[in-house]
């Protein structure tokens, strides 16, 4: 079983940064790929990126590549998601996931959910 808390949104202007933080209760943390989604008013949930549970295998969605960077330290049990030159369009809840396979992630199929945490860009 794993338990994610996560944190970090707020209030930002575009070209602004934030980094969303997501704390992992229980001992298998290090087993999961973890990853973040998000959800804008009116939208469906969409993925945003995902890390294997070594750190080898990233991947991003196209709307967020060279501008998110998604990390994780398994000795603290939680996943970061930086966010760098923030854009209006990138405001939505942000949730971090759990889940076994990165490449299934991608698709939303994950185990563990976060309970998200608003970002709001504004110009």
């Known amino acids: 079983q794993v338990q994610l808390v996560d944190s970090g949104g707020g209030l930002v202007q575009a070209g602004g940064s934030l980094k969303l933080s997501c704390a992992a209760s229980?001992?298998?943390?290090?087993?999961?790929?973890m990853g973040w989604f998000r959800q804008a008013p009116g939208k469906e949930r969409e993925f945003v990126a995902a890390?294997?549970?070594?750190?080898?295998?990233?991947v991003y969605a196209d709307s967020v590549k060279g501008r998110f960077t998604i990390s994780r330290d398994n000795a603290r049990n939680t996943v970061y998601l930086q966010m760098n030159s923030l854009k209006t369009e990138d405001t939505a809840v942000y949730y971090c996931?759990?889940?076994?396979?990165?490449?299934?992630?991608?698709?939303?199929?994950?185990?563990?959910w976060g309970q998200g945490t608003q970002v709001t860009v504004s110009s």
């Open positions: 996931a759990a889940g076994r396979v990165v490449a299934a992630m991608t698709s939303g199929i994950c185990q563990y």
């Open positions: 229980g001992r298998t943390f290090s087993m999961y790929g």
């Open positions: 890390i294997s549970w070594g750190g080898g295998n990233i």
